[in-house]
C-alpha cells in the first residue's frame, strides 16, 4: 500500500495542489491520505477528484480582505478567516463547494492533523467520524496559525496548527499499514527549519493559556527537521 503525506506551510500549499491536480490527471490513487494545515484541505480536493479546486483558493480567493488580512487580526485577532474559508466558500451553495459525497467515496482513509491547544499533543481527525457535509470544523482547526489567529474551537476544545505537534505525519501512514509513502513538501529536502523564528513567537502566544501549545510550537523546528529525516519520535 502507498499513503501520501501534505505537510502544508500556508500558500506555499500551492506546490502540493498541483501535484494533487496531476494525480487526478493520471488516475494515480493512493491507500492512505494524511494531511496537515494547508494540506488537509489539498487532501480534501485530491479525493473528491477536484482538480483545481484549490488553485483557486491560493491564486484567486486568498487575494480577498474576507479571506486573510491584518484588517481581519485588527477586527478579532485573526489574520486568517477560516470560516470564510471553510465555510462561506466550501459548503454547498458556496462559490466553490467541497463535493463532500465525492470524497467519501474514495476508499482510502483520510486523517487531518490538528494540536490540542490544552495539551500540545496530536489529534488525527478522520473525514467519516469527525467531518459532515459543511461541516469542516476539523480542516479550520488543522490550518489554525497560532499567534496571528485565536485557537480554533471544536465544542469546549481549542486547537492550533497541526504543524506544532505532528509536522509531517508519515508515521500514522506506517502504522496503517503502507509500505510506502510519499511525503509531499514545500521546502527543499535539504532545508533545516531555525528554532529562532518560533521561540520569538511563542511569547506572544496568548500568555501563559496555552503553555503546551506554546512548548509545542518552541519545539516545532526540533520535530520538522527529525521528521524530515525520517527519524520516528
Not at 488543522?142 to 486547537?159: A, D, E, L, W
Not at 531555525?194 to 519545539?219: F, H, Q
Amino acid at each position: 500500500m502507498t499513503g501520501v503525506v501534505d505537510v502544508g506551510g500556508g500558500l506555499r500549499g500551492i506546490y502540493g495542489a498541483g501535484i494533487f491536480d496531476y494525480c487526478i490527471d493520471q488516475g494515480i490513487h493512493f491507500d492512505y491520505c494524511i494531511g496537515v494545515s494547508a494540506g488537509a484541505a489539498n487532501m480534501c480536493s485530491l479525493q473528491a477528484k477536484q482538480r483545481g479546486r484549490n488553485y483557486v483558493y491560493y491564486t484567486e480567493y486568498a487575494a480577498r480582505s474576507e479571506y486573510m488580512g491584518p484588517g481581519r487580526f485588527f477586527k478579532d485577532r485573526n489574520f486568517i478567516n477560516l470560516d470564510y474559508i471553510y465555510g462561506t466558500l466550501s459548503n454547498a451553495g458556496g462559490e466553490y463547494p467541497l463535493d463532500y459525497e465525492a470524497m467519501l467515496r474514495d476508499p482510502a482513509p483520510l486523517k487531518i492533523v490538528a494540536t490540542d491547544a490544552l495539551t500540545g499533543e496530536a489529534v488525527y481527525f478522520d473525514k467519516v467520524h469527525d467531518m459532515s457535509q459543511d461541516h469542516y470544523e476539523a480542516i479550520c482547526a488543522s490550518c489554525c496559525v497560532p499567534v496571528v489567529n485565536r485557537p480554533y474551537m471544536i465544542g469546549k476544545v481549542p486547537y492550533y496548527d497541526g504543524g506544532l505537534s505532528d509536522a509531517v505525519p508519515f508515521e500514522k501512514a506506517f502504522e496503517y499499514g503502507c509500505d510506502k509513502v510519499v511525503l509531499v513538501l514545500t521546502k527543499t529536502r535539504d532545508f533545516v527549519r531555525e528554532a529562532a523564528p518560533d521561540i520569538r513567537m511563542a511569547k506572544y502566544l496568548m500568555g501563559n493559556r496555552y503553555p503546551a501549545a506554546k512548548k509545542a510550537l518552541m519545539e516545532r523546528a526540533q520535530v520538522y527537521n527529525r521528521a524530515v529525516k525520517g527519524k520516528r519520535a
